[in-house]
């Protein structure tokens, strides 16, 4: 009978050795702090650069905390582990064990508990220290990247090309924009007798202000009251209803209306909505409260 449990607490330490490893190397970065806690100053005889030699030397890429990361940790924190060395109450003894930590503050690994009995602080602290690595040896650790993690970093490179992509559309569609308003546009008078002695005018796109159409487009009360939607605003009456929506350009106080190919932006202390109507540029004042 005593076999039997013997046994069974062996096949449970190795499921739990097993289980450990693997887990262990789906993590590609190990963390190691500047300084411990029962330690006064950083780095304190040698322990910290002694921890990241002895995660290097166990097949572990280690990295000192506050140093440059590589480009695939920034993207993903959860590729490392941070280290930790505890220390145990002894009075005779010094004891450390070696603790790791995944990016959600969990501990997922601590090695058995090295011991010195050295009296001289730096030799026992050294000792305690390579005694709790040789778990951490056993282990035989080897990186062996996670589906998930791929996946996640896949997926983050994905939207950020999506909004690049975005942010190059609007950016055209300004420049676009841009050099519409820049077109002087003829305004002609009709052919009438009456009126033969009145010459014809040329102005800039950007003088032509075309109020004909103003008291359809805006409320009774004639203001047009900004409520905030994502990237822009939505402009309302007093009804209420949605006159416009419209979307934050790069531009300060330059807005693109959400279905046309109009602009509203602002003019001296106006609000100026801009758009082509036949092939003629056409403003309007509104009266907008943001």
Do not use: H
Not at 151 to 176: F, G, H, P, Y
């Amino acid at each position: 009978m005593k076999l039997k449990y013997i046994a069974i607490l062996i096949t449970c330490l190795l499921s739990t050795s097993i289980f450990s490893q693997a887990n262990l190397n789906n993590y590609k970065y190990v963390i190691v702090p500047t300084k411990y806690d029962f330690l006064k100053e950083a780095d304190q005889y040698q322990l910290n650069s002694l921890t990241e030699f002895l995660f290097e030397k166990y097949g572990f890429e280690a990295l000192m905390e506050g140093a440059n990361y590589p480009d695939d940790l920034v993207k993903n924190r959860c590729l490392a582990l941070k280290s930790n060395l505890v220390k145990d109450s002894g009075m005779f003894k010094t004891k450390l064990t070696v603790e790791l930590k995944n990016c959600n503050d969990e501990v997922v690994y601590t090695s058995e508990m090295g011991e010195s009995r050295e009296k001289e602080f730096q030799r026992a602290y050294t000792e305690a220290a390579r005694n709790a690595f040789k778990s951490i040896e056993a282990l035989n650790y080897k990186y062996e990247p996670s589906a998930n993690a791929s996946v996640a970093v896949s997926q983050e490179v994905e939207t950020k090309s999506e909004v690049s992509k975005e942010i190059e559309t609007l950016r055209q569609e300004i420049e676009n924009l841009k050099k519409e308003k820049e077109v002087v546009v003829e305004k002609v008078s009709p052919k009438v007798e009456a009126v033969a002695q009145t010459p014809k005018l040329k102005v800039a796109a950007k003088e032509v202000i075309d109020t004909t159409a103003l008291t359809a487009k805006e409320s009774p009360s004639g203001i047009l009251y900004a409520q905030a939607i994502e990237n822009g605003f939505q402009l309302v009456d007093s009804t209420p209803k949605v006159v416009y929506r419209i979307k934050k350009t790069s531009i300060p106080d330059m807005y693109l209306v959400e279905g046309k190919n109009a602009t509203i932006y602002k003019k001296d202390s106006n609000w100026v909505l801009e758009y082509y109507d036949n092939d003629v540029l056409k403003q309007e004042v509104l009266n907008i409260k943001f």
